[in-house]
Structure formats: structure tokens, C-alpha cells
């Protein structure tokens, strides 16, 4: 996969790929379970729409004296892809901190379907099993190998038996590429491949949603496309996620709706076929001129 062009991996609207998939087996992704059939009769090309499984409301968080998000307002649906655009500094990533529970909240709420509200109804080392995260700069740890890595939460947290989520961390491993690591150290592997170890360590707690915050952001140019394949290949599977990037064309292509920010607010949504091409407000249209955007 991790070889795949930019033409092999455009993300079709609601396709999803036979065959293996991610979890190794082409059984339903962490996460669907039973809610992969709970969905709407969907029009002709268009992506199924499901339930909520996130809801956001009034989210407002300080540092200080500092207002970094204000009263934000946010559903991500089941097997729905949310892509958070804006400028650096605009709260982005503070965002998915907030809603993974690295960051404390002074307003507002988060509430899983089925489960209730976060921090109040779920603790939140409950909730990080639940609600997996990606961050950019891998978080591996140095002393211990890929597969001790992948394996620390499931067993320390979730006290499941080796044999069962090394066996499962394998069928990951395979499909993104980097079985024949699993016994190396973090410093023998390239950005674009830790980054890939991150996504499987994530994969592996059965998360019902996972948080990507600028995956590819310490990444050299021809490493970024190994990790947006296991994205692309995520997303056509079903996962529920959000996700914050700087790369527009695969914001375009994975999204299901764009989320622009600024200013710790959310200033515009939209599909992204429509966020691409004919934004609704003057910031927008001047952020993507100067990502250097074709618009």
C-alpha cells in the first residue's frame, strides 16, 4: 500500500474496498461493529449518512487569559471523515486535545453515542480507548520495539492476552507494509514508517473514532504519501475520524466535510467539493491562496 500513486488512491464517495482490509481479516473495522448497516439510503454517488457519534457543544477552552476555542459546535457521524482546515495557531489542534482529554475544557461538552457525556459519564482514560490519537510526532518509545510499542496499550490498559493483539497487530503490520519490522527499534525506521507504526499502535486499542493531528507534518515530501494511503485506506473502510492537515489535495480527497477555522472559531463547513470551490467567506479564500491552492 504503501507504494500505491496519487491515481490508485482518490477517495471514490462511499466506496469501500473487497478484499482485505486494515483489521487483516475484510471483517468491520474497530468501531463499526454493529452500526455498519445503520446508515440512510444515500442518493446515487453520494456517501452514506449515519448517526452521531460525537457531538461538541459549547466546547470553549482558555489558557489563562487567553480564549484559545470559542463555544465550538461540532458532530462527527458514524464512519464520517472530518477534516479541520485553517491557519496555524487558529486551534486546530487544541481542538482534538480538548476532545481526547489532554487538554481541560472551562465550557461546553463532548458526548459519544451510547456512552454518554466525556469526563463526566466516562473517565477519560476510558475515553482514550475509545477515542484513539495520532499525533506528529509519532510518540514511540525509544526503548522499546515496534511491536512492544504497538502492544503497551492493549495489554497494560485493556489486559488482553499477547497471543491474541499480536496476532492482530500483525494483520495490521502486514497491510500497511511493515511486517518484516516488527522487531526493530524506532531509530532504524524512516519518519513515513514510524508515522505508519503510530496508526497501527492506534488501530490496535479497537477504537469507535481516532483524532489525526498533522500526521505528516515532520515528514519528508516523498514519505507523506506512505501515510495518506493507510488514511485514504481508513476512510474507505469506515472509520470515524478527524483529522487536521496542511495537505489540501488529500484534505480533498478524504473528507467528507471541511472544517475551516480561525481564531479558535469555526468560521465555515462544507463538503469539500463545494469548501474547494466557491468558499463562503474572504478568510477562507485567502487562507487557500496562500496554502497556494488552485482554486
Known amino acids: 500500500m504503501s507504494n500505491t500513486t496519487d491515481s490508485n488512491v482518490s477517495h471514490e464517495a462511499g466506496a469501500h474496498r473487497g478484499g482485505d482490509t486494515l483489521t487483516g481479516s475484510g471483517a468491520a473495522l474497530p468501531g463499526q461493529g454493529a452500526h455498519a448497516g445503520d446508515r440512510t439510503q444515500p442518493q446515487p454517488g453520494a456517501r452514506p449518512v449515519k448517526a452521531p457519534l460525537l457531538e461538541i457543544r459549547g466546547l470553549h477552552k482558555r489558557y489563562g487569559e487567553t480564549v484559545a476555542l470559542h463555544n465550538i459546535d461540532l458532530t462527527l457521524h458514524r464512519g464520517e471523515v472530518v477534516v479541520?482546515?485553517?491557519?496555524?495557531?487558529?486551534?486546530?489542534?487544541?481542538?482534538?486535545?480538548?476532545?481526547?482529554?489532554?487538554?481541560?475544557?472551562?465550557?461546553?461538552?463532548?458526548?459519544?453515542?451510547?456512552?454518554?457525556?466525556?469526563?463526566?459519564?466516562?473517565?477519560?482514560?476510558?475515553?482514550?480507548q475509545?477515542?484513539?490519537?495520532?499525533?506528529?510526532?509519532?510518540?514511540?518509545?525509544?526503548?522499546?520495539?515496534?511491536?512492544?510499542?504497538?502492544?503497551?496499550?492493549?495489554?497494560?490498559?485493556?489486559?488482553r492476552r499477547r497471543a491474541e493483539v499480536e496476532a492482530e497487530a500483525d494483520r495490521l503490520l502486514e497491510r500497511v507494509g511493515l511486517l518484516a519490522r516488527k522487531q526493530a527499534w524506532p531509530r532504524e525506521l524512516s519518519g513515513g514508517q514510524k508515522q505508519r507504526i503510530a496508526i497501527v499502535?492506534?488501530?490496535?486499542?479497537?477504537?469507535?473514532?481516532?483524532?489525526?493531528?498533522?500526521?505528516?507534518?515532520?515528514l519528508d515530501p516523498e514519505m507523506v504519501r506512505e501515510v495518506l494511503d493507510v488514511v485514504l485506506e481508513l476512510a474507505r473502510e469506515g472509520m470515524s475520524m478527524i483529522i487536521v492537515t496542511h495537505e489540501m489535495g488529500f484534505a480533498e480527497k478524504v473528507a467528507d466535510r471541511i472544517?475551516?477555522?480561525?481564531?479558535?472559531?469555526?468560521?465555515?463547513?462544507?463538503?469539500?467539493?463545494?469548501f474547494f470551490a466557491a468558499q463562503r467567506t474572504e478568510r477562507a479564500r485567502v487562507f487557500l491562496n496562500g496554502m497556494d491552492y488552485v482554486i
Open 84 to 128: 479541520i482546515l485553517g491557519p496555524s495557531g487558529c486551534g486546530k489542534s487544541t481542538l482534538l486535545r480538548c476532545i481526547n482529554g489532554l487538554e481541560p475544557i472551562q465550557g461546553g461538552e463532548i458526548r459519544m453515542a451510547g456512552v454518554g457525556v466525556f469526563g463526566r459519564d466516562l473517565g477519560w482514560d476510558a475515553v482514550r
Open 130 to 159: 475509545k477515542v484513539g490519537m495520532v499525533f506528529q510526532s509519532y510518540e514511540l518509545f525509544a526503548h522499546m520495539n515496534v511491536i512492544d510499542n504497538i502492544l503497551l496499550g492493549p495489554m497494560k490498559v485493556q489486559k
Open 201 to 218: 499502535r492506534a488501530l490496535c486499542m479497537n477504537p469507535t473514532a481516532i483524532l489525526l493531528d498533522e500526521i505528516t507534518a515532520a
Open 259 to 274: 472544517v475551516f477555522m480561525d481564531g479558535g472559531r469555526i468560521v465555515e463547513e462544507a463538503p469539500p467539493a463545494e
